[in-house]
């Protein structure tokens, strides 16, 4: 199985920044394109972010387009989602999901355990 591990969340003021990493063991997350995820409490998980295996190629969900860039280092088993210009409707719990690249969760086969960002106002 894929084992996918969340890191670098935490609060940050409105405007500031964030770099999430999601971690795999040995070589196994550059098999897999791999998307970005987030949940608040009374909402179901909406999409964030796609990368293609290569990470040729991107997709954002619009709230977070020019802000979030995804991107991917396969030699280092890892995936990103640097996010600017926080906003505090950006507060949420984000997992890590590989599997596929599209924008519904019910496509990806793997999921990591989460991390929170907090953005206040």
């Known amino acids: 199985q894929v084992q996918l591990v969340e890191s670098g969340g935490g609060l940050v003021q409105a405007g500031g920044s964030l770099r999430l990493s999601c971690a795999a063991s040995?070589?196994?997350?550059?098999?897999?394109?791999t998307g970005w995820f987030r949940q608040t409490p009374g909402k179901e998980r909406e999409f964030v972010a796609a990368?293609?295996?290569?990470?040729?190629?991107?997709f954002y969900a619009d709230p977070v387009k020019g802000r979030f860039t995804i991107s991917r280092d396969n030699a280092k088993n890892t995936v990103y989602l640097q996010m600017n210009s926080l906003k505090p409707e950006d507060t949420a719990v984000y997992f890590c999901?590989?599997?596929?690249?599209?924008?519904?969760?019910?496509?990806?086969?793997?999921w990591g355990q989460g991390t929170q960002v907090t953005v206040s106002s």
């Open positions: 999901a590989a599997g596929s690249r599209t924008t519904s969760p019910l496509d990806y086969y793997y």
């Open positions: 040995e070589r196994t997350i550059g098999r897999y394109p």
């Open positions: 990368i293609s295996v290569t990470g040729g190629s991107t």
